[in-house]
Each structure stands twice: as structure tokens, then as C-alpha cells.
């Protein structure tokens, strides 16, 4: 663009040996740039969401897929899991913030409700954590990991420990834009994992 400029330049003057200073043809060339017209730009999810490996892999799924293992899983859930399922669902949704505790004996359908609750979410393009206190627990999850493994947990853990999540990173913006992390086997962590 800066080389039609002097051109331009020379043809609206009429002076066809017209030099102009470096510092002129910037000027004149940002000033082009302002008459174009100013695209829309897309929201922070997918202006970053091309460069943040993490994001694309939490906001990847099939959504008529995941519509239909809520729809099945729905139906299944008992009154207690469809109380927990609407708490859960109403926080995320009204951006509440709520911290809710789950616990039962195992057995009880835990991970069958967190398996819907997820399928729901993510059919809604919702970002979901799913993460679990142990390995055996995080495969049973869809898309889980270990809670150490994905908040960067120091395994051997005192007062001063931290998680390695460092501010700016990809890890740290996937966070940002999360509506939900779940935590299947919770209280099975060192109180200062939280």
C-alpha cells in the first residue's frame, strides 16, 4: 500500500517528480488504513482459541454427540442425581460461582451424573474441566485428567507449595474462560491441593 501512496500522491498534485520524506508516506498510508472499513472482531474465546492448543481441545467436540449422551443419560437420572444435575446447571448458566460438594458411596452414580452434566455443557460449546484425584477415576470422566496433572499439583506438598499454573500461559487462559471444573474424588486430596 505504502507504494501506491507517492503515486497517488504525484497524480492528485499533478506533479509527476513529487518525492516525499519517508515520515510522509507512513503518515499518508496509516492514514489509508483509517478510511477502510473496520472488520467485526470475533469474542477473547476464539481470538485466542487458535493458538491455545488447550482451548481447541476443550471446545472440539461434536455437539449433536454430546446432545445426544445427555438426552440418553438424562433420562436415566434418578430425583437426588436430577436435584445435584440442576444446581450444578443452574450455576454455571447464572454465572453463580457455587462451590458444590457431591459425596456418596461409591456405586452410587457420581460419575454417571458429572458424565451428563459434561455432555450438557459441552453440547452448550461450554468449557468443562473435567479432573479426578486418581488416574483410574480421571479415565472414567470424558476428557479427564488428574487434578495434579492438569493444575500443575506439586506431588509432595507443604505450607508453601503452589500450583505451576503460570499466569499468561495456555493453561491459564483455558481457566479463565472455564464454566466448570469438576473434581470427581475430592476428598481423597491433601487439604492443600485446593
Not at 487434578?147 to 505451576?164: E, M, N, T, V, W
Amino acid at each position: 500500500m505504502s507504494e501506491d501512496i507517492l503515486r497517488k500522491q504525484r497524480s492528485t498534485t499533478g506533479i509527476n517528480d513529487l518525492e516525499l520524506p519517508e515520515v510522509d508516506i507512513h503518515n499518508y498510508t496509516l492514514a489509508e488504513f483509517e478510511r477502510l472499513p473496520r472488520p467485526a472482531f470475533p469474542t477473547d474465546n476464539y481470538r485466542n482459541a487458535d493458538l491455545n492448543r488447550l482451548i481447541i481441545e476443550e471446545t472440539s467436540y461434536n455437539v449433536r454427540e454430546m446432545k445426544e449422551v445427555h438426552d440418553a443419560n438424562y433420562q436415566k437420572l434418578n430425583s437426588g442425581q436430577r436435584c445435584v444435575y440442576n444446581s450444578v446447571i443452574d450455576s454455571v448458566l447464572a454465572k453463580k460461582g457455587w462451590i458444590i460438594l457431591c459425596t456418596r458411596s461409591g456405586g452410587c452414580g457420581k460419575t454417571f451424573l458429572w458424565q451428563t452434566v459434561i455432555a450438557y455443557l459441552r453440547s452448550e460449546r461450554r468449557i468443562v474441566i473435567p479432573v479426578a484425584s486418581s488416574g483410574i477415576a480421571a479415565t472414567l470422566l470424558p476428557g479427564g485428567r488428574t487434578a495434579h496433572s492438569r493444575f500443575h499439583i506439586p506431588i509432595k506438598l507443604d505450607q508453601y507449595s503452589c500450583a505451576g499454573i503460570k499466569h499468561g500461559t495456555d493453561l491459564a487462559e483455558l481457566i479463565k474462560l472455564t464454566d466448570l471444573i469438576i473434581w470427581d474424588e475430592a476428598p481423597m486430596q491433601h487439604p492443600l491441593c485446593f
